[in-house]
């Protein structure tokens, strides 16, 4: 019989890490500490030669292949000088350490740290260069070999699953919406010629929270969601904090709406996308939400996100959030 009772879930402990990193990289006087927990645990690593960011997936969350096609898309990134967190080879030359857990094993990689910081406020001098970013990951993406564990980003996953799975966590008029909504996005997406759509492996979480700016250079990092779709949907999740922006009042809708100009001028000085592609991203805005809102009803410690208040507030919040723009 074992020693200790059968756990879903172990938080590692910050010191052994930090043994374990100097010992697998060949760093020295490493420090770490836990920042957040999410689809996996985030650890910041501190150490002579600079800082690092440790990800520590949940073997439930990510298998072994998919996080090894997530190390393969970003060295490949890295190589064409497109500007991400990279994974760090450890001294023998792997990038996923494997990690005996009460749980069972464990899976890491350490990556580099993303110089500079979060800003939700963009000048047009970053605008520019982050849609640029996005063209340069996207000229990669769309000739990459497909990744075949990743997942796709399309009508089923981003609007009938989700509903599916939120349907017994929702009250009788927000599943109405969510489902009249999805409806409406159908319908819409229906009436437009998609089949000369720009695909391949999409991030899907462009937000402020996920690259960094050091002055004009940004950083993109955070590919644990990448999966195959339209790449226009990258421009989608960059708006989606504009629109909340302007939800919030912290920006006017013409700001908003100069600053994603400003995106996809910039996008366009490195790779092209056609107007039809930038007109449906309102349509793909809903499904951007609910692939999340869905993949909460999946994992335990997305257990407050679910729970019937919460979730009123978040429907509420997204009937405002598109009210001006799926009119």
């Given at each position: 019989m074992s020693a200790h009772f059968p756990v879903s879930y172990s938080?590692?402990?910050?010191?052994?890490?930090?043994?374990?990193?100097?010992?697998?990289?060949?760093?020295?006087?490493?420090?770490?500490?836990l920042i957040l927990r999410g689809v996996g645990?985030?650890?910041?690593?501190?150490?002579?030669?600079?800082?690092?960011?440790?990800?520590?997936?949940?073997?439930?969350?990510?298998?072994?292949?998919?996080?090894?096609?997530?190390?393969?898309?970003?060295?490949?990134?890295?190589?064409?000088?497109?500007?991400?967190?990279?994974?760090?080879?450890?001294?023998?030359?792997?990038?996923?350490?494997?990690i005996n857990a009460p749980e069972g094993t464990r899976h890491a990689v350490l990556f580099h740290y993303a110089a500079g910081i979060v800003l939700n406020s963009l000048s047009p001098s970053q605008a520019a260069a982050l849609g640029r970013e996005i063209?340069?990951?996207?000229?990669?993406?769309?000739?990459?070999?497909?990744a075949a564990h990743r997942w796709s980003f399309d009508l089923t996953t981003t609007l009938d699953t989700p509903i599916r799975q939120?349907?017994?966590?929702?009250?009788?008029?927000?599943?109405?919406?969510?489902?009249?909504?999805?409806?409406?996005?159908?319908?819409?997406?229906?009436?437009?010629?998609?089949?000369?759509?720009?695909?391949?492996?999409?991030?899907?979480?462009?937000?402020?929270?996920?690259?960094?700016?050091?002055?004009?250079?940004?950083?993109?990092?955070?590919?644990?969601?990448?999966?195959?779709?339209?790449?226009v949907n990258d421009l989608m999740t960059f708006l989606q904090q504009l629109w909340l922006d302007v939800l919030m009042g912290r920006l006017t809708s013409e700001d908003a709406e100069t600053t994603f100009n400003t995106a996809i001028k910039g996008y366009r000085e490195v790779r092209s996308i056609s107007d039809e592609e930038l007109s449906v991203i309102p349509l793909l805005a809903p499904g951007f939400w609910l692939f999340y809102s869905g993949f909460h009803t999946t994992h335990d410690q997305f257990l407050p996100f679910i729970q019937p208040a919460h979730l009123t507030q978040r429907i509420s919040m997204l009937h405002r959030l598109f009210a001006p723009y799926l009119s």
């Open positions: 938080t590692l402990s910050a010191p052994a890490l930090a043994a374990l990193i100097e010992k697998t990289y060949s760093l020295t006087q490493a420090t770490c500490s645990d985030t650890y910041e690593v501190n150490t002579t030669t600079g800082k690092y960011i440790l990800r520590v997936y949940r073997p439930t969350h990510r298998s072994l292949a998919q996080i090894q096609e997530e190390v393969d898309l970003l060295c490949t990134l890295s190589v064409e000088n497109v500007s991400v967190a990279a994974p760090m080879a450890a001294t023998d030359g792997t990038y996923i350490i494997a063209a340069q990951f996207h000229n990669v993406s769309d000739r990459y070999t497909l939120l349907t017994p966590f929702l009250d009788s008029d927000s599943l109405a919406w969510i489902t009249k909504t999805a409806e409406m996005v159908k319908e819409r997406l229906a009436a437009v010629d998609t089949s000369g759509f720009n695909t391949g492996l999409c991030h899907f979480d462009l937000m402020p929270k996920n690259f960094h700016f050091d002055g004009d250079r940004v950083t993109l990092f955070d590919f644990d969601f990448m999966g195959h779709g339209w790449l």
